[in-house]
């Protein structure tokens, strides 16, 4: 298995910026790459581009499946003194896989500092079940990740609800906590929406937008806490809603996603 860092640390860059790196099949979903390695390489190729600056907001399109060399053609659209905005577009064998805005910004002073998003109130990672156990058909990527269902229901239970919250970290105990770290594992919960299925059907995430709501990453022993909640479902579409905490319970991310779904 391909290790987190090890695979950032596999990056090329060519004099423009482009960054290529080959995913294995340890990172894929189904036939395409994980959407959270998708983004996490993406913001990496994007970050030469603002030096210094903490990425604030990405908004992601998983355009097309990717897998084997890719690479990450980085655009500056505007440097501003406190913004800077960054377009990326993945490209792998197959063509276009993804498309993506990193808007960065500098920390300035403000009369305002809130955050109106409690944690959810669950058990301790170390007291909480194995989100996969022992289950050998479990998707490659989340190998690459301890996972610990937390609250709600896994995929094809019939329930009522869409709303689950997972204990996660990678498994690589070189994985920094940075923004790309995080923007990686915080795709890992399968759409909440899977939970409500009597049946196995295949879905497909379309678009992402995250938005960081601290430069100040931080967590204990790796651990996050992410709750997400399907929010609609009609016409073979899905929204959710996705919150990420550190240990802590301080808010780090939240999100939106539009899933597919064929069946």
């Not at 298995?1 to 640390?9: F, K, R, S, V």
């Amino acid at each position: 298995m391909a290790a987190y860092t090890d695979l950032l640390a596999s990056i090329t860059r060519d004099a423009g910026n482009a960054a290529s790196v080959v995913i294995p099949d340890t990172w894929m979903q189904g036939r395409t790459t994980y959407g959270g390695l998708t983004a996490a390489l993406c913001l990496e190729a994007a970050m030469p581009l603002a030096p210094g600056m903490p990425v604030r907001s990405a908004q992601v399109a998983f355009v097309g499946p990717v897998g084997g060399p890719v690479t990450c053609t980085p655009t500056l659209l505007r440097q501003g003194k406190n913004t800077v905005f960054v377009s990326v577009r993945m490209a792998g064998t197959e063509g276009v896989a993804a498309e993506a805005i990193f808007a960065f910004g500098v920390a300035r002073p403000s009369a305002l500092s809130f955050a109106n998003l409690p944690a959810p109130d669950v058990t301790a990672p170390d007291e909480t079940p194995s989100y996969f156990g022992d289950n050998p058909n479990r998707p490659n990527f989340t190998r690459n990740f301890n996972m610990r269902m937390a609250a709600g229901t896994r995929p094809i239970s019939g329930s009522d609800t869409g709303d689950v919250s997972i204990w996660m970290r990678h498994v690589d105990p070189a994985a920094p906590t940075d923004a790309v770290a995080l923007l990686a594992i915080a795709d890992a919960p399968p759409p909440a929406a899977m939970s409500m299925f009597t049946a196995p059907a295949r879905i497909s995430s379309m678009t992402w937008m995250a938005e960081f709501l601290t430069d100040d990453i931080t967590t204990q022993d790796g651990w996050f806490l992410a709750r997400h909640v399907a929010e609609t479902a009609r016409d073979g579409y899905s929204s959710q809603a996705m919150t990420l905490w550190n240990s802590a319970g301080d808010p780090m991310m939240i999100g939106r996603q539009t899933i597919a779904i064929f069946g």
